[in-house]
């Protein structure tokens, strides 16, 4: 199977400081790949690099046969067109209805009629349960509601990538639930490729095809979901099974409590 997404030997930093060193990552065509890690550890940036938002600093970015450290700001937003973004907490806009943030991208970027981007638009909305929502507002919707109507604006142009940047976050779990299987069914019936930046481990273990874990700026552990329900490793153990102490400890570093209390004491 060949792969959508190919990372080489990638560095990346803000001026001297590195966020990501020695990054090496494929996502095959078709597949459902999550990167996971803790806060501040390089998950998004990762996930912007792969949009061209960013540029690497070193090593290659090469997505859908495209080298991104090579492309021009044209060339970028012509790339751009092939992706799909769900962003953290949706990001519809608050004055227009479901429908026209769905439609949105088509009038944008399209020369499509508009009974043609009408009809397009009732598909995707259908397509995530909301084609009865199509005449509400944003601020009318629940925040489940709120993700599967930015979902189906993101695969409004039929991307070949779908990034995901935290699609589970301040969900409940019959919405997270749904939106997790939506991604899955969504992947697989469009024929897209996705990335999924996340901490919900175990919802994204029922419906990933692959997992990276990234530490520091660097990938960690790799595997499938049941390799990774396995492993041994200190790190990935505790991230999976949400342990209270392990390399991440609970106590931030500190004198020992008597020191402190003698020195108050003082």
Not at 87 to 96: E, K, M, N
Not at 173 to 198: A, H
Request: charged share 20%.
């Amino acid at each position: 199977m060949a792969n959508l997404v190919e990372i080489s030997n990638l560095n990346f930093g803000y001026n001297s400081r590195l966020v990501l060193k020695g990054i090496n990552l494929t996502v095959p065509k078709g597949s459902l790949v999550a990167i996971m890690g803790l806060s501040g550890c390089g998950k998004t940036t990762l996930l912007r690099l792969m949009g061209g938002q960013l540029r690497a600093t070193e090593g290659e970015v090469n997505v859908a046969g495209e080298k991104l450290n090579d492309l021009t700001q044209t060339e970028l937003y012509r790339f751009r067109r092939k992706l799909g973004m769900l962003f953290q907490f949706g990001a519809l806009f608050t004055d227009l209805s479901v429908f026209d943030n769905v439609a949105f991208q088509m009038r944008e970027h399209t020369n499509l009629s508009e009974s043609m981007i009408q009809d397009l638009t009732l598909l995707k909305l259908n397509a995530v349960g909301l084609r009865g929502m199509q005449h509400m507002m944003p601020s009318e919707l629940s925040g489940g509601m709120a993700r599967r109507v930015a979902l189906a604006r993101a695969i409004s142009l039929d991307p070949q990538l779908m990034l995901y940047d935290e699609p589970f976050t301040g969900l409940d779990p019959i919405s997270l639930g749904v939106i997790g299987q939506l991604i899955r069914q969504l992947n697989d019936t469009l024929g897209t490729t996705s990335v999924l930046v996340t901490h919900d481990v175990q919802e994204s273990l029922k419906i990933v095809d692959y997992i990276y874990f990234v530490s520091e700026g660097v990938i960690v552990a790799q595997g499938t979901p049941d390799e990774i329900r396995g492993s041994s490793l200190p790190f990935v153990h505790q991230f999976i099974w949400g342990e209270m102490d392990g390399p991440m400890p609970f106590h931030y570093p500190a004198r020992s409590l008597r020191q402190d209390m003698e020195l108050n004491g003082e």
